[in-house]
């Protein structure tokens, strides 16, 4: 119950995802994928500066899981029995989406400074 209240409380305030939960959604986003696929997308979309290992790996689905955001599919027919497949359900997309939104704005925000600052030195 404690966890779904972060994220509810999240999604009200846009705090940002942590970088765990945020690289899950993140990797879900382009479809369905087993636990070992999510570890190896999010290392590939972090440009190797995020690995999320098995444990983290597990306990955030889990909380993504209770908290709505994913959702458990059946996999392939002839895939191996033993994995468990994930997607991002309607709340999970929008919940990506705001924290893409909120770090687009930080970047614009940034340069914004940047450029102001290179121009009071001139």
Known sequence: MYLIVIYHKWSMT???????AFYILFALATGE???YAIMQEARKLSDNRFQIGPATLYTTVQRLLDSGWIEEV???E???PR????????????ALSQEMDRMEALVRKS????????????
Request: charged residues 30%; without cysteine.
């Open 14 to 20: 846009y705090q940002p995802l942590q970088p765990a």
């Open 83 to 94: 994995r468990r497949y994930y997607r991002l359900s309607k709340p999970g997309k929008s």
């Open 74 to 76: 059946p996999g392939p």
């Open 111 to 122: 340069k914004a400074l940047r450029l102001r600052a290179l121009e009071s030195e001139s």
């Open 78 to 80: 002839d895939g191996d």
């Open 33 to 35: 994928k087993h636990g």
